[in-house]
């Protein structure tokens, strides 16, 4: 993007959408064509250009950086580690290219939702405050300026953690009974349901399960319903708290809808995140794996403070198991 001596307001704010569209996570056959979506940059162009008008930053919201997968096949540990380090990297070097052509600039307010459901994944309480507490500690301890974190917490201040969670069911989720109609019907709802059914099954299967693979499959199916639910009031409550906000999304997320789903790292798995792998350096470049496939593919952990903050390994071995993909953000 390049700055003019008196942008129009509109072409500024198509220029903007496009930087951030640029980096969209999709749906698959979700509607989207091109490399930027025309269609999602007219979806969400009045609310930036209302906010260039103004004179106002940017505002997003994320609902994500939760808490790392309690599945040791799937991450090195609890805390926040260089995968984490580079999506927050990457965020706040994609504000500082939009303050780059607009002067207030941009933030992006990470909305974590890890209290909002630990308690279904299996998590503690204390878990969830430590990798928060992490998190903002990296963000500090890199510089990310146009980064924020904001918890469920910091809405229920002096508030039990289980008394928060009711709360925000009570006051902003759907039934479930709502969800399950939504999903029968088929598109994006059921490509959601199947994605987080995924992920409960991936993060429940480790060795703290003690039952039948059925069982599991069955509990999955059940809980995934509940993630869906909670994170909706999450959504539903951010939505009344940030109300100018674009929103971002780490689900890919189908054509012109209100939220813009958004990559935070590289691989082939579009629905892989920070916090359910590890970040694998493999010719100068980053992608994200999961611990247990890059073992098998021979890479090797990198310590940083007495814990392993990513993995390194030889283009030669990595051939066989990772498909050519973007640099990671």
């Not at 992006?108 to 204390?126: H, M, T």
């Not at 990798?131 to 039990?160: C, K, S």
């Not at 995140?273 to 890059?294: N, S």
Request: proline share 6%; hydrophobic share 40%; glycine share 8%.
């Amino acid at each position: 993007m390049h700055r003019s001596a008196a942008p129009d307001i509109a072409l500024l704010a198509v220029d903007i959408l496009r930087e951030v569209l640029s980096h969209q996570r999709r749906l698959r056959d979700g509607g989207c064509a091109g490399t930027v979506c025309r269609h999602c940059v007219r979806h969400h162009l009045e609310a930036v250009r209302a906010a260039v008008e103004a004179g106002r930053r940017i505002e997003f919201v994320l609902p994500a950086f939760p808490v790392k997968s309690p599945n040791p096949a799937k991450v090195s540990g609890p805390l926040p580690d260089m995968a984490e380090e580079l999506a927050l990297r990457f965020l706040d070097a994609l504000c500082e290219r939009i303050g780059a052509v607009h002067a207030p600039g941009a933030v992006i307010r990470i909305c974590s939702d890890g209290r909002v459901f630990n308690d279904l994944l299996g998590v503690s309480d204390e878990n969830v405050t430590a990798y928060a507490r992490g998190l903002d500690a990296t963000i500090g301890r890199i510089g990310a300026r146009h980064l924020e974190q904001f918890t469920l917490d910091d809405v229920h201040p002096g508030v039990g953690h289980e008394d928060m969670r009711a709360l925000l069911t009570d006051g902003h989720a759907p039934t479930l009974e709502e969800l399950r109609a939504e999903v029968r019907g088929g598109g994006a709802p059921l490509a959601m349901y199947r994605g987080i059914t995924r992920f409960m099954l991936e993060d429940l299967s480790g060795p703290q399960w003690t039952g039948t693979r059925s069982a599991l499959q069955r509990k999955c199916r059940d809980l995934a319903y509940r993630v869906i639910q909670r994170s909706r009031a999450w959504g539903d409550l951010l939505g009344e708290l940030f109300p100018t906000a674009l929103r971002l999304s780490i689900h890919p997320q189908p054509c012109s809808t209100e939220k813009i789903g958004i990559l935070l790292a590289d691989t082939p798995d579009a629905w892989l995140t920070p916090w359910h792998g590890v970040a694998v350096e493999t010719g100068g470049r980053f992608t994200l794996m999961k611990r247990a496939e890059a073992e098998r593919a021979g890479a090797r952990p990198v310590l940083a403070d007495g814990r392993t903050s990513h993995y390194v390994l030889e283009p030669a071995a990595n051939a066989p198991v990772a498909s050519p993909a973007r640099a990671c953000a």
